[in-house]
């Protein structure tokens, strides 16, 4: 004979209702997760990956809907080749969490006289909270390059990517390569993230240089590898809070403060690290360079740390006479000033004798600069270094040996050293 308990009835009954409620508040979830978050794939959108078929309108399109949602949005750009002849993603926008997840790569056209009149292929403006991940775009910057190099007529060129005016921002994984000039640019932007950044241009491609930041504050650069024609990563005036780490640079001209000065007026830099990081067979390692001529620009508390050099030119240099063409500046003392410069901890070979050189402006020496820990040899001895209007002090071992002025006893040395030479003039007849 079955007998059949109430109490298990009634307790199985209330478990299944349970257990009901549960799948209701999970599909309940999942759905609302799936409409909180909206992704647009470019494919379905009518993109076609053939490297041919023009993808700007279908970019303008997504970059819309996804600007317009209420929702984090991304823009999904799958596996294949795009050709896009150049695309302008403007904000504000409705959300602040857009994501560019490239899987695939942007191929711009090889016809230099397609961007021949556009400052920037790919542009971002406006925007707070966007995130670019992962891919590949391509400038084909190979014919640009060419013609530069035949002495004829040629446009300016594109910068491959420019953020402009633009906040939280993240940079992760994207590689750029070919770039007609400047690959990514950030300008007038503020908490900037950038990471596994990779760059890559011929070494004698002009005027490519990998990340330039200006007029920003709160960038970071981190993990990245670059190689081009030109600065690997360079800093215009209005940089302030800026944090390099665990960068590989070269081939290229190296990383430069500069140059400044151009205005007579404009902001100065503050506060830039560059920290673990290695330069190889570039033509300059830590640069601050600045016009010859008047200007109230400034560069100050910038730190070089834990740095490696091999077989880099000019592994630290300051140059304060810059006069490219000889114009506009031939007879004229920078007004720029520089001072409270660290180095520390920055070993390797220069590929010429002087692998220190602060070339300083007459009338605004560059002050507080710092230096310990200096090995640097050339030839397999160690290098030399040389001095012009530089203030500052040295500690532990420094080779080549320092040849800062203190200060406090700056002109008694200026002294010491014209007597010297008035004594070789004399020694000499």
Same mark, same amino acid.
């Given at each position: !004979?079955?007998?059949?308990?109430?109490?298990? %009835?009634?307790?199985?009954?209330?478990?299944?209702?349970?257990?009901?409620?549960?799948?209701?508040?999970?599909?309940?979830?999942?759905?609302? =997760?799936?409409?909180?978050?909206?992704?647009f794939n470019i494919i379905s959108l009518g993109a076609k990956p053939d490297g041919k078929t023009d993808a700007s309108s279908?970019?303008?399109?997504?970059?819309?809907?996804?600007?317009?949602?209420?929702?984090?949005?991304?823009?999904?750009?799958?596996?294949?080749?795009?050709?896009?002849?150049?695309?302008?993603?403007?904000?504000?926008?409705?959300?602040?969490?857009?994501?560019?997840?490239?899987?695939?790569?942007?191929?711009?056209?090889?016809?230099?006289?397609?961007?021949a009149k556009t400052k920037s292929w790919i542009e971002f403006s406006h925007i707070d909270g966007l995130s670019i991940t992962?891919?590949?775009?391509?400038?084909?910057?190979?014919?640009?390059?060419?013609?530069?190099?035949?002495?004829?007529?040629?446009?300016?060129?594109?910068?491959?990517?420019?953020?402009?005016?633009?906040?939280?921002?993240?940079?992760?994984?994207?590689?750029?390569?070919?770039?007609?000039?400047?690959?990514?640019?950030?300008?007038?932007?503020?908490?900037?993230?950038?990471?596994?950044?990779?760059?890559?241009?011929?070494?004698?491609?002009?005027?490519?240089?990998?990340?330039?930041?200006?007029?920003?504050?709160?960038?970071?650069?981190?993990?990245?590898?670059?190689?081009?024609?030109?600065?690997?990563?360079?800093?215009?005036?209005?940089?302030?809070?800026?944090? !390099?780490?665990?960068?590989?640079?070269?081939?290229?001209?190296?990383?430069?403060?500069?140059?400044?000065?151009?205005?007579?007026? #404009?902001?100065?830099?503050?506060?830039?690290?560059?920290?673990?990081?290695?330069?190889?067979?570039?033509?300059?390692?830590?640069?601050?360079?600045?016009?010859?001529?008047?200007?109230?620009?400034?560069?100050?508390?910038?730190?070089?740390?834990?740095?490696? !050099?091999?077989?880099?030119?000019?592994?630290? %240099?300051?140059?304060?006479?810059?006069?490219?063409?000889?114009?506009?500046?031939?007879?004229? =003392?920078?007004?720029?000033?520089?001072?409270?410069?660290?180095?520390?901890? %920055?070993?390797?070979?220069?590929?010429?004798?002087?692998?220190?050189?602060?070339?300083?402006?007459?009338?605004?020496?560059?002050?507080?600069?710092? !230096?310990?820990?200096?090995?640097?040899?050339? #030839?397999?001895?160690?290098?030399?270094?040389?001095?012009?209007?530089?203030?500052?002090?040295?500690?532990?071992?420094?080779?080549?040996?320092?040849?800062? =002025?203190?200060?406090?006893?700056?002109?008694?040395?200026?002294?010491?050293?014209?007597?010297?030479?008035?004594?070789? =003039?004399?020694?000499?007849?």
């Amino acid at each position: !004979m079955l007998i059949t308990n109430p109490c298990v %009835i009634k307790f199985s009954s209330a478990l299944l209702v349970t257990f009901h409620v549960f799948l209701s508040l999970q599909l309940l979830f999942f759905n609302h =997760a799936l409409a909180a978050e909206l992704t647009f794939n470019i494919i379905s959108l009518g993109a076609k990956p053939d490297g041919k078929t023009d993808a700007s309108s279908v970019l303008q399109m997504t970059w819309a809907k996804a600007c317009d949602s209420s929702t984090p949005a991304t823009i999904y750009v799958p596996d294949g080749i795009f050709y896009v002849r150049s695309v302008s993603f403007n904000g504000p926008c409705k959300n602040n969490v857009i994501t560019v997840l490239i899987d695939g790569t942007l191929v711009a056209s090889s016809d230099i006289q397609v961007l021949a009149k556009t400052k920037s292929w790919i542009e971002f403006s406006h925007i707070d909270g966007l995130s670019i991940t992962g891919g590949t775009i391509d400038g084909q910057g190979t014919a640009l390059w060419n013609c530069k190099h035949s002495g004829k007529s040629c446009p300016v060129g594109a910068t491959s990517l420019q953020i402009n005016d633009a906040q939280n921002v993240n940079i992760n994984g994207l590689s750029s390569i070919n770039s007609q000039k400047f690959n990514i640019v950030v300008h007038g932007c503020q908490n900037v993230h950038m990471t596994r950044v990779n760059v890559s241009a011929a070494d004698d491609s002009p005027n490519t240089d990998g990340i330039h930041v200006q007029q920003s504050s709160d960038v970071t650069i981190l993990n990245s590898s670059i190689s081009n024609g030109d600065d690997c990563i360079s800093i215009s005036p209005g940089t302030s809070n800026l944090w !390099m780490e665990s960068i590989t640079c070269g081939p290229g001209h190296g990383i430069s403060i500069g140059s400044l000065g151009i205005k007579a007026e #404009e902001d100065g830099v503050h506060n830039v690290t560059l920290t673990l990081s290695t330069f190889t067979g570039t033509q300059n390692g830590v640069r601050i360079k600045s016009w010859g001529r008047p200007s109230r620009g400034f560069a100050t508390k910038v730190y070089f740390q834990h740095i490696i !050099m091999d077989n880099v030119k000019n592994p630290i %240099i300051i140059d304060q006479n810059y006069c490219p063409h000889e114009t506009d500046c031939p007879g004229q =003392a920078s007004g720029v000033k520089v001072s409270e410069v660290t180095y520390e901890d %920055i070993k390797g070979t220069s590929a010429t004798e002087i692998a220190i050189n602060f070339d300083c402006s007459p009338i605004n020496h560059c002050t507080g600069l710092s !230096m310990k820990d200096i090995n640097l040899t050339y #030839e397999n001895h160690i290098a030399k270094a040389s001095c012009k209007n530089a203030e500052g002090t040295t500690s532990g071992v420094v080779e080549p040996s320092g040849c800062l =002025a203190d200060k406090s006893n700056f002109w008694q040395n200026v002294l010491v050293l014209r007597l010297k030479d008035n004594k070789n =003039a004399l020694e000499g007849l």
